[in-house]
């Protein structure tokens, strides 16, 4: 049975200049990995941006009009504005499997909720200079 290389770097029977390519071959392997992990992550197609954006639109008109301590006006324009823009805002930074859990698996990943917390801010910030 190999032994593992993070036994074998630390091994002082082993010469320092072998200990250095055992680390920095580790070190590779895991950048490699995060690096193509990432890249695939943040492939999204535009007809996935769409179906967000419109789903978490309703989605915050829908949860903004149940709210119990909201005044109930007639025009909801300003609401309907700010999902907007938020769901464009959010829509910009999505990951595929954040896509995947909100759009087929009808899931709101907690990266999705800090995502929407900071696109909000922008978002009022925004509206406020109107």
């Known amino acids: 049975m190999p032994r593992s290389l993070f036994t ?22 895991v950048a490699a990995s995060l690096f193509s992990a990432s890249v695939s992550a943040h492939i999204v197609s535009e007809e996935d941006h769409h179906a ?9 008109i829908k949860k903004e009009k149940e709210k119990s301590t909201r005044v109930i006006t007639n025009d909801d324009s300003s609401i309907i504005e700010m999902c907007e823009c938020i769901a464009k805002e959010e829509s910009k930074r999505l990951t595929s499997a954040e896509v995947r859990k909100f759009l087929r698996e009808n899931k ?23």
């Open 52 to 60: 967000f954006e419109h789903k978490y639109t309703d989605m915050c």
């Open 8 to 29: 074998n770097a630390n091994d002082p029977r082993i010469r320092p200049s072998r200990r250095k390519f055992l680390i920095q071959g580790v070190f590779k392997i």
């Open 108 to 130: 709101y990943p907690v990266s999705l909720l800090i995502k929407a917390g900071q696109a909000e801010n922008f978002c009022y910030q925004k509206l406020q200079k109107r």
